[in-house]
């Protein structure tokens, strides 16, 4: 099973940022959409942002605002800046991409992001 790769996750205080990044391998053809997804403890996995192979973006309301969501199209990566970090911003972060004609779901392995007061 073909994995993403993830980096940038860690601990910062409320208020802080960080900055994930998400590559794909060359593997992986005709990559659609990307997005972030999270997953808090006793917690379903939710959809953070995604921006589809246009351009076009889409963020949940809890992040609106202070997240931004970008992608290289040449370097197959999609970075998620997370500015203004809040404590219920606490979850494990998962790289998703799309791809292929009937957009095969890719995903990363997760990175850790703890947001402490």
């Known amino acids: 099973q073909v994995q993403l790769v993830e980096s940038g996750g860690g601990l910062v205080q409320a208020g802080g940022s960080l900055r994930l990044s998400c590559a794909a391998p060359v593997s992986i053809f005709m990559v659609n959409d990307m997005g972030w997804y999270r997953q808090a403890p006793g917690k379903q996995r939710e959809l953070v942002a995604e921006i589809i192979s246009g351009g076009g973006t889409n963020y949940a309301d809890s992040v609106k605002g202070r997240f931004t969501i970008s992608r290289d199209n040449a370097k197959r990566t999609v970075d998620l800046q997370m500015n203004s970090l809040k404590l219920e911003d606490t979850a494990v972060y998962y790289c998703?991409?799309?791809?292929?004609?009937?957009?095969?779901?890719?995903w990363g392995q997760g990175t850790q992001v703890t947001v402490s007061s």
């Open positions: 998703n991409f799309k791809a292929g004609r009937n957009n095969f779901e890719y």
